[in-house]
């Protein structure tokens, strides 16, 4: 076989997931940046709440891209499950560049039928990051 058929996260889809990340930083009292990109780690969608912190733009880009080119979430765990050191955490990222990949918790997958359809990140409100990018990259396909 030549070619496959693969799926692609729509506007509509890209914002769905968006909106749900917004809402619940503002349960959660966080003021934050989010981005969604698709499978190559382009940009889709992005808002950045009241108050965030400016550097949380930049950050939240890097950390989908990393999520949607990795096929993984960002932190410190490898694609393995293991511990990546922090000098390894580092050689990544300055590898890829600080534009592609973060090491930083918050950039999680979008998933539907086991295939990469992108990524959404969170940046600014600490541990908070993954756990709300998690909650909506699950909204979609559902």
Known sequence: MDTVTALK???EGAM????AALGAAQSAGRPVSV???DDAGHLLA???TDHAEL???PIAIAKARGAALTRFPTGKKSPTGNDRSDHHALAITLAAGPDSFVSIPGGVPITVNGQVVGAVAVSGAGNHDQ???QSAA????K
């Open 138 to 141: 699950a909204l979609i396909g």
């Open 55 to 57: 550097y949380s733009i």
């Open 131 to 133: 756990t709300i990018a």
């Open 46 to 48: 992005f808002s950045r």
């Open 35 to 37: 981005a969604v990109v």
């Open 9 to 11: 996260l729509t506007r």
């Open 16 to 19: 769905k997931v968006l909106e």
